[in-house]
């Protein structure tokens, strides 16, 4: 395999591989399309204020213009619980690889996430192949908890969120005393947690707007890149043959 040059000042570097930031590039045609979001909760409960509030965040986001789907966690497996072509499975990771963003929203249990939040974002793979389903889609991140306001699960979420290599935006939101935020019609009653909700809908789509022509070049890497070099060099002896 040819040796490529290094550059003197980085002898680290290859460079070949190193690419200047291309201003076309990041300034794609806007997509006219309406965003395509997920909206994953974390509760099975009958009365689930996680539930409300994807829902809540669902009107939301369709008024933004939004196309919106909701997955139901019922009857989801536990990861690694049933093989991947269970229809729960099949249904979570279709909707996963159909969305352009997501809204993760869990309860906040034992100060974390809950289980059943955490086995629906296991069941979605980091990477099928050469392919990584959830890479540069956007996530916004909510939780609920039944005490004072806490960041413990949003945090966790955020973490999950970079290790499926999402585009996080910054705004979140952490409604605490949910119980009192609901009216008996499941409604959100007016208040500065439902300004924050409001907020994050609001970016999320701005940010999946932003961000979705240019994905692929925004996560195009100089490691993969390197990485990808001899097998493509070898396919492409292959071919010469």
């Not at 509030?53 to 196309?67: K, M």
């Not at 955020?158 to 605490?176: D, F, H, Y």
């Not at 070898?234 to 043959?241: G, N, P, V, Y």
């Amino acid at each position: 395999m040819r040796r490529e040059s290094a550059l003197p000042d980085m002898p680290a570097a290859v460079a070949v591989h190193l690419r200047m930031p291309d201003l076309e590039a990041l300034r794609p045609p806007i997509s006219m399309h309406r965003p395509r979001i997920l909206i994953l909760y974390g509760s099975l409960r009958e009365v689930s204020y996680s539930r409300l509030l994807a829902h809540e965040s669902r009107r939301l986001l369709e008024h933004f213009g939004c196309e919106v789907r909701v997955f139901d966690p019922r009857g989801l497996p536990l990861p690694d619980g049933s093989p991947v072509d269970h229809p729960k499975v099949q249904e979570l990771r279709e909707l996963s690889a159909w969305s352009e963003g997501q809204v993760w929203i869990s309860p906040e249990r034992h100060g974390a996430m809950t289980g059943i939040m955490k086995s629906q974002i296991d069941w979605i793979p980091l990477s099928i192949g050469s392919v990584r389903p959830t890479q540069g889609k956007t996530l916004a991140v909510m939780e609920v908890s039944g005490g004072s306001q806490s960041f413990n699960a949003v945090n966790q979420l955020r973490i999950l969120g970079r290790w499926m290599r999402m585009i996080t935006i910054p705004n979140q939101s952490s409604v605490a005393r949910a119980y009192e935020q609901f009216d008996g019609d499941g409604r959100m009653k007016p208040s500065s947690y439902y300004d924050r909700v409001v907020d994050v809908c609001e970016e999320l789509v701005k940010f999946t707007l932003l961000t979705r022509g240019a994905s692929v070049y925004l996560t195009d890497r100089y490691s993969e890149r390197k990485e990808r070099a001899p097998e493509l060099e070898k396919r492409t002896a292959l071919k010469s043959i």
